[in-house]
Nanobody, 124 residues
């Protein structure tokens, strides 16, 4: 049974930083593509960053230069380091996974079949 549990969200002032974590269980994350998505109230879900099993990363334009996705295969944990946060980064952040080593279009939600419950990030 695959389970993804996010943590690390919270409230922060603009310009601040947060690190989100996603603990995975029920599979070995080293052979999976994983990603972070977010959804703000009244907006569609959007892909923020993705990492494949080879360590290649993809970022949305809004995240480039500010966010860093990484994973610790030994801990089966995915991270998202978010710096220089802006009010428009306020959203519910989800991690997602799929049992493929790499995917085409890794920021598309339809590529993933496992999702966490989300962690709220609020930037004021």
């Amino acid at each position: 049974h695959v389970q993804l549990v996010e943590s690390g969200g919270g409230s922060v002032q603009a310009g601040g930083s947060l690190r989100l974590s996603c603990a995975a269980s029920g599979y070995t994350s080293s052979s999976y593509c994983m990603a972070w998505f977010r959804q703000a109230p009244g907006k569609e879900r959007e892909g923020v960053a993705a990492i494949d099993s080879y360590g290649s990363t993809t970022y949305a334009d809004s995240a480039k230069g500010r966010f860093t996705i990484s994973k610790d295969n030994a801990k089966n944990t995915l991270y998202l380091q978010m710096n220089s946060l802006k009010p428009e980064d306020t959203a519910l952040y989800y991690c997602a996974a799929v049992s493929l080593r790499m995917v085409f279009g890794p920021l598309r939600g339809t590529r993933y079949n496992y999702w966490g419950q989300g962690t709220q990030v609020t930037v004021s």
